[in-house]
């Protein structure tokens, strides 16, 4: 069982940045694929970004890409979402979610079913 625990979210003007934090504590995320959700209200959770259990690659929803950067330091067991020049859409509650993967380079699919484990979510609030 891995707990994840998002962290950093809060309330910004457009425009402005945020950066999330996904934290595991006590567990080596080395191991594991990890990837941000979103899900905005009355919409289903979509996948925004992925990144390897390398960190040497990784996967952005079309309308993230430029302008959000996923990143993770498996030496502190933690994924970070930088979020900059964000836009009201963006607003949605995150979460964090891993999956364990063979190969370094490996990018599990997009889905909410392809991945076994989730964090309980940080809320983002993008004011026009």
């Known amino acids: 069982q891995v707990q994840l625990q998002e962290s950093g979210g809060g309330l910004v003007q457009a425009g402005g940045s945020l950066r999330l934090s996904c934290a595991a504590p006590?567990?080596?995320?080395?191991?594991?694929?990890m990837a941000w959700f979103r899900q905005a209200p009355g919409k289903e959770r979509e996948l925004v970004a992925v990144?390897?259990?390398?960190?040497?690659?990784?996967y952005y929803m079309d309308s993230v890409k430029g302008r959000f950067t996923v990143s993770r330091d498996n030496a502190k067991n933690t994924v970070y979402l930088q979020m900059n020049s964000l836009k009201p859409e963006d607003t949605a509650v995150y979460y964090c979610?891993?999956?364990?993967?063979?190969?370094?380079?490996?990018?599990?699919?997009?889905?909410?079913?392809?991945?076994?484990?989730w964090g309980q979510g940080t809320q983002v609030t993008v004011s026009s």
């Open positions: 006590g567990r080596a995320i080395s191991v594991y694929a």
């Open positions: 990144i390897s259990r390398s960190g040497g690659r990784s």
């Open positions: 979610a891993a999956k364990a993967a063979a190969l370094l380079a490996a990018l599990p699919g997009t889905g909410v079913g392809d991945y076994n484990y």
